[in-house]
C-alpha cells in the first residue's frame, strides 16, 4: 500500500492534499469540516494586519466559464483577504490546530510592505502554533491597488526583501505565494529564494474577466453596472500553472527549491501530474468550492492506486520524475518522426479529423476512399502535428506512431535516422554548432 | 352487464374520463433549455455530416444543433425552415430512427444518437411561440399557382412559391388544411392543435389562399385550373384505400385504419369514442401501428396487429414496433386474413391464414386460426384515386398507379407538378418527403415562370 504522508518543508500531514488560502479556508467551521472530510491541511485565509478588517463588496464575487451540461471549467474571483477581525482569527487558529494536530496548518498572511507590520504579525501567528507561513504575493485584485499582493509580487526585489524580513523574525518555515501575472515566473522565484525562502507556492489566480453581459455591456461579475479583472483559477488554469511550477524546478537557479503546487487542481491525476513535474505537494480550492470537501477522498483513493499500481511507495518516488524531461524547444529531437494512424475498428466516421487537418492544417486525412465514406491518414502528407488526435471525439482512436529509424518517411522521402538532433545541429539554424560526434 | 375496460363490443368510455388526457400527451415531451442545451452540446458537428445526407430535406442539422447550443434557437429555427418550412411537424413524426439518427455518428459508437428530431423541436417552438417569420415575400410577380391539396406536399410548394411573389390558392377537400398532419398520425405525437398553428405560421407569410371543401373532380377540373393559373401543383395523396378482397369486409366492425386515426384526431371527447373490446388491426406500417396503439389508449383490452411477413418486411420502424409493444399490443406475423366471422352480419371474429414465402412468392399455408375480434381495422395500404384527374381534358400519364413525374416534379402536362404521395417516387411516403416534394417543385416551377413569364 502506498504511503501517501506528506512532509513539505518539515511540515507533516497525512495526504498531499491541502486547501489553498482561500474562501474555504476562512474560518474554523470550514476547516473543521475540511479536516473531517480528510484533507492533509489547509492554509488559512490570508491575515491582514491588526485594525479594522477589510471589507468586501456586497455583490457578485465570483464569475465562471463553463464546458457542457454548466461544468465549471473557471472560476474567476474578486473577494478580497480576510474579512474578519485579527484575533477572532488567530483564537480560531490555534483552537483547530490544538483539535488537529496531526493536520498540517499553514497561516497566510498580506500586511503592508514595512517591515514593521510584518515584525508585528509573525509572533502573532507564531503563538499560534501554525506549522508554517505562506507570504500572499499573489492576489491580483483590489489588494493590489493597495501595494499589496501581486503589487509585491510582481518586483522580484520587494519578494526578496520581504522574505529576508519573515525569515529574520520567525521560526515558521515560509512559504512564498507567487503571482502569475507576470511574464517570467523564475524570476520572482529566485528573488524568493534569495531572500531565503522554504519553499515557493504556485500560481495564485489570473487576471481576469470572465464573461461580458452583453444586455449590459458590463463585464462579470457584475457589481452595479460595472466589473473589476479577478483572479481565475479552477481546471482551466492547469497548464499555465504546470508550466510554472516546472520552469522553476528546472531552473538551476532554484533547483530543490520545494514547490507546493497550486492551480486547477480536480482529481488525483491532476496532483499526481504537478507533483511529477516538481511539486512536493498541491493546494486545491476550486475543485472545493465547486464539489465541496468530499471531492479530497477521491483524491486520496486515486493517488493510492495509481502509485500502488506503478509500485511507488512514497511521494519522493514520484515527485520531480518529469521534470528532466521538461526542456528548450531548440533540445527536442527533431529525427523522431511520427504519423498519425487511425484505428478503423474505432473511427465513428464524424470526419472531424478530416476537416480540421484539411481546413487548418497539412491536407493528410481522406473523406472518401473509393466513393466511400473513409477517413485515413496519408502519410505522404503527415507531419504527425497531432491535432487529428485532439479533435477525434473517440479515445485511442487515432495515436501517434513513431516510425522506427531506418523506415522512410514519405512525406520528406528520408529514411528515419538513428540519432537523436536537434535544432542546434541544424543545418537551416543559421548558428547552429558543428555536432558533437 | 359488465362496464369499462370489459365491456363487450364496441363501446365508448372504456377509461375513467381523466385517463384519457394522459393516455394522449404528448409522446414526446419537449425539451427545456437547458435539456436542449446539454443535448445539443453532444453533437459533434460532423464534416459532411451523414444526418443531413439522410434528410430528405437535407437539414443542415450540425449548424442548427450547434446554433442550439450557443444560444440561437431562433437562427437554428430559421437553418431548419430554411430547408423545410413543416421542421415542426416533421420534428414531432418523422421515424428519426430510420433517418437522421440512424445514421449519427454516435448510434454508430455508442447506440445512442443525438436527439435530432427533438432538438428540431425545441427550436421551432421557439420560432412558432414568437411567430416569427424568416422569409419575407419577394415582389409579386403576378403570377398564379393553383395547388391542390393542403397536406405537407402542398403546403411547403405553396409556401415557398409564396415566398417568390408568386400568389397560390389551394383547393382542398377537407374542411381543414394540414392534410395527413391533420387527418392521419396518431394523437400522441402532436399534441395541442399544433398541425393548424403550424398550418397558421405557413400561411402568415402571405400570397396564400386556401378554398376548403374544393375537391377536383367534384367542385373543379384540373383543365380549369390550368386555364386559370399559371402552373398547377397537384398534392392530393391517397385518397383510396386497399379492400381485403376477403368475404365478410362489409360486417359492421371492419373499419379503413386511416378513418379511425382521423376521426379521433378530429375528436373532442376521446371517452366519446367507441372503440371495441378486442380489435385486430391488418397491416404492416405507421398506421397500422398508430391504430393499434391509440385503440389501446382508448382501452380496447386486446389489441392484436396481423401482417402478412416477418418482422424484417414491416414498413413500421423498430421504434414504432417497440411503442406497440410497450403499450401491449401484440404484434403476429405471417398470417394474411381469410374471413371476418359475422354473426347477424355483426364482426365477432376474424379467420386469418398463416403464410409463407415459397419460391419468393408469398402463399398460404393452409392453416388457419380465427381470433375473437369485435373490430377490424384495415391498415394495408392506400392507393391514388385517379378518377378526379379525368374527364378534364389531356390526362396526366401515371406509372405504378400513382402520377408519373420527373425529378424536378413535372408531370406529362406542361404547366403541371406534382408531388408528395400522389407520385411514383424513390421516396417512401413519408411528410419530410413530400415536403421536400412540394419545395422542390416550387422552385422548378419558379424557375419556368421567371424564365417563360418575364416581361
Known amino acids: ?437 | 352487464m359488465a362496464a369499462g375496460l370489459f365491456k363487450e363490443g364496441i363501446a365508448p368510455g372504456r377509461l375513467p374520463t381523466t385517463q384519457y388526457a394522459d393516455n394522449f400527451s404528448d409522446l414526446h415531451p419537449p425539451l427545456d433549455r437547458h435539456e436542449a442545451v446539454v443535448e445539443a452540446d453532444r453533437c459533434y458537428f460532423c464534416y459532411d455530416a451523414p444526418c443531413m445526407q439522410a434528410c430528405p430535406t437535407s437539414i443542415d442539422i450540425p449548424l442548427f444543433i450547434r446554433q442550439i447550443a450557443t444560444g440561437n434557437p431562433l437562427g437554428s429555427a430559421k437553418t431548419i425552415l430554411e430547408q423545410n418550412i413543416l421542421g415542426g411537424m416533421c420534428a414531432r413524426v418523422c421515424p428519426t430512427e430510420t433517418l437522421c439518427e440512424e445514421v449519427c455518428v454516435r448510434e454508430v459508437a455508442e447506440g445512442k444518437p443525438v436527439q435530432i428530431g427533438r432538438l428540431q423541436r425545441y427550436a421551432t417552438d421557439v420560432a412558432m411561440a414568437q411567430d416569427k417569420q424568416f422569409f419575407p415575400r419577394a415582389a409579386p410577380t403576378g403570377k398564379k399557382i393553383a395547388v391542390v391539396g393542403a397536406g405537407p406536399a402542398g403546403l411547403a410548394c405553396a409556401h415557398r412559391l409564396a415566398v417568390k411573389g408568386h400568389d397560390v390558392t389551394i383547393y382542398e377537400a377537407k374542411p381543414k388544411a394540414g392534410g395527413l398532419n391533420e387527418y392521419g398520425i396518431a394523437a400522441y405525437k402532436s399534441v395541442d392543435g399544433f398541425a393548424q398553428a403550424e398550418v397558421d405560421y405557413i400561411l402568415a407569410v402571405g400570397g396564400i389562399t386556401i378554398q376548403n371543401g374544393k375537391a377536383m373532380g367534384r367542385d373543379f377540373t384540373l383543365a380549369e385550373l390550368t386555364a386559370s393559373h399559371d402552373a398547377v401543383f397537384l398534392g392530393m395523396g391517397l385518397a383510396g384505400v386497399n379492400a381485403l378482397g376477403g368475404e365478410g369486409e362489409e360486417a359492421q366492425g371492419v373499419r379503413d385504419a386511416v378513418d379511425f386515426i382521423a376521426e379521433l384526431r378530429q375528436a373532442s371527447d376521446l371517452s366519446s369514442l367507441p372503440i371495441g373490446r378486442r380489435v385486430v388491426v391488418l397491416g404492416g406500417g405507421m398506421t397500422a401501428i398508430d391504430a393499434a396503439v391509440q385503440a389501446k389508449l382508448l382501452g380496447a383490452e386486446e389489441v392484436t396487429i396481423c401482417y402478412r411477413r416477418g418482422k424484417e418486411s414491416m414498413n413500421a420502424s423498430t421504434y414504432e414496433q417497440d411503442l406497440a409493444a410497450a403499450n401491449g399490443v401484440t404484434i403476429r406475423h405471417w398470417m394474411q386474413p381469410k374471413r371476418i366471422v359475422g354473426v347477424n352480419g355483426v364482426t365477432v371474429g376474424i379467420e386469418l391464414e398463416y403464410t409463407a414465402v415459397d419460391g419468393g412468392r408469398l402463399v398460404g399455408t393452409g392453416e388457419t386460426l380465427t381470433l375473437a375480434a369485435d373490430q377490424v381495422f384495415k391498415a394495408i395500404g392506400q392507393s391514388f384515386d385517379a378518377a378526379p384527374l379525368n374527364g378534364s381534358g389531356p390526362s396526366v400519364v401515371l406509372e405504378k398507379g400513382r402520377i408519373k413525374v420527373d425529378e424536378e416534379g413535372r408531370t406529362s402536362m406542361s404547366k403541371v407538378w406534382a408531388g408528395g404521395d400522389c407520385v411514383v417516387d424513390a421516396r417512401e411516403d413519408l411528410t419530410v418527403a413530400a415536403v421536400a416534394a412540394g419545395r422542390d417543385a416550387a422552385e422548378s416551377i419558379h424557375r419556368t415562370l421567371t424564365a417563360n413569364g418575364r416581361a
Open chain 1, 1 to 437: 500500500m502506498a504511503d501517501l504522508s506528506s512532509n513539505f518543508v518539515g511540515i507533516k500531514s497525512p495526504n498531499p492534499f491541502w486547501l489553498a488560502s482561500a474562501p474555504p479556508t476562512d474560518k474554523a467551521y470550514n476547516v473543521e469540516r475540511a479536516f473531517k472530510a480528510g484533507w492533509g491541511g489547509v492554509v488559512w485565509k490570508t491575515l491582514g494586519e491588526e485594525g479594522p478588517p477589510v471589507v468586501n463588496v456586497n455583490g457578485p464575487r465570483y464569475g465562471a466559464i463553463w464546458g457542457a451540461d454548466r461544468r465549471l471549467l473557471g472560476l474567476n474571483n474578486i473577494e478580497l483577504i480576510t474579512d474578519r477581525d485579527l484575533y477572532v482569527n488567530l483564537r480560531e487558529i490555534k483552537q483547530v490546530k490544538k483539535n488537529w494536530p496531526d493536520r498540517a496548518l499553514v497561516v497566510s498572511l498580506m500586511v503592508p510592505c514595512v517591515e514593521e507590520a510584518w515584525k508585528a504579525i509573525l509572533p502573532l501567528v507564531e503563538e499560534t502554533e501554525a506549522d508554517g507561513i505562506e507570504l500572499n504575493f499573489g492576489c491580483p485584485h483590489g489588494m493590489s491597488e493597495r501595494g499589496m499582493g501581486a503589487a509585491v509580487g510582481q518586483v522580484p526585489e520587494y519578494v526578496e526583501m520581504v522574505v529576508r524580513w519573515c525569515k529574520a523574525n520567525t521560526r515558521m518555515p515560509v512559504i512564498t505565494k507567487l503571482t502569475p501575472n507576470i511574464s517570467d515566473i523564475r524570476k520572482p522565484a529566485r528573488a524568493a529564494h534569495a531572500g531565503g525562502t522554504d519553499a515557493v507556492s504556485l500560481i495564485n489566480t489570473i487576471n481576469s474577466i470572465t464573461g461580458v453581459n452583453l444586455d449590459t455591456f458590463s463585464p462579470e461579475p457584475m457589481i452595479d453596472g460595472k466589473g473589476t479583472h479577478g483572479g481565475y483559477c479552477g481546471p482551466a488554469v492547469k497548464p499555465i500553472a504546470m508550466n510554472m511550477v516546472a520552469e522553476i524546478a528546472r531552473d538551476p537557479e532554484t533547483a530543490g527549491l520545494p514547490i507546493s503546487g497550486i492551480g486547477g487542481i480536480t482529481t488525483w491525476r491532476d496532483a499526481a501530474e504537478f507533483m511529477a513535474l516538481g511539486a512536493g505537494n498541491v493546494q486545491v480550492c476550486t475543485a472545493a468550492m465547486t464539489y465541496g470537501f468530499k471531492v479530497v477522498q477521491e483524491m486520496i483513493a486515486g493517488l493510492e492506486a495509481w502509485m500502488d499500481e506503478k509500485g511507488h511507495r512514497t511521494l519522493s518516488d514520484v515527485i520531480g520524475r518529469a521534470t528532466p524531461n521538461v526542456t528548450d524547444w531548440q533540445y527536442l529531437n527533431l529525427n523522431y518522426v511520427a504519423k498519425a494512424k487511425i484505428n478503423q475498428d474505432l473511427c465513428i466516421k464524424c470526419g472531424r479529423c478530416h476537416i480540421a487537418c484539411e481546413d487548418t492544417s497539412h491536407q493528410a486525412i481522406t473523406s472518401l476512399v473509393d466513393g466511400a465514406r473513409h477517413f485515413e491518414v496519408m502519410e505522404e502528407e503527415c507531419v504527425g502535428c497531432n491535432l487529428c488526435v485532439n479533435v477525434c471525439p473517440v479515445e485511442n482512436c487515432i495515436t501517434m506512431e513513431p516510425l522506427a529509424a531506418g523506415t522512410l518517411d514519405k512525406r520528406t522521402g528520408e529514411v528515419v535516422k538513428p540519432v537523436y538532433a536537434n535544432w542546434t545541429t541544424h543545418p537551416n539554424n543559421p548558428s547552429a554548432q558543428v555536432a558533437a560526434e
